[in-house]
């Protein structure tokens, strides 16, 4: 079984940063494809962004240039490092494993003054 472990959501001002962290628990071999989802409340989860095994990086328009995907240096794990925040930014944000189908418990981001 694999669980994937969410940290790093919390209260921030507009203009702010946040960095989330997922790690992998449970895992014989490495998860090469990541991806970072998130959800506001009444609306359907989005995609925000993923990296692939070859380190090409995906993300949606709406946080292209602020937010930032990588792989961390422990195995299996992943970051969304998040500049330039937005109220419109707020949401649950969910860790994702597209070949395995696990999800993270989901972190919360609230961006407001």
């Known amino acids: 079984q694999v669980q994937l472990v969410e940290s790093g959501g919390g209260l921030v001002q507009p203009g702010g940063s946040l960095r989330l962290s997922c790690a992998a628990r449970?895992?014989?071999?490495?998860?090469?494809?990541m991806a970072w989802y998130r959800q506001a409340p009444g609306k359907q989860r989005e995609l925000v962004a993923n990296?692939?095994?070859?380190?090409?990086?995906n993300y949606a328009d709406s946080v292209k240039g602020r937010f930032t995907i990588s792989r961390g240096n422990v195995k299996n794990t992943v970051h969304l490092q998040m500049n330039s925040l937005k109220p419109e930014d707020t949401a649950v944000y969910y860790c994702?494993?597209?070949?395995?189908?696990?999800w993270g418990q989901g972190t919360q981001v609230t961006v407001s003054s």
């Open positions: 449970g895992m014989i071999f490495s998860i090469n494809t």
């Open positions: 990296i692939f095994g070859g380190g090409t990086t």
């Open positions: 994702h494993a597209p070949m395995l189908g696990s």
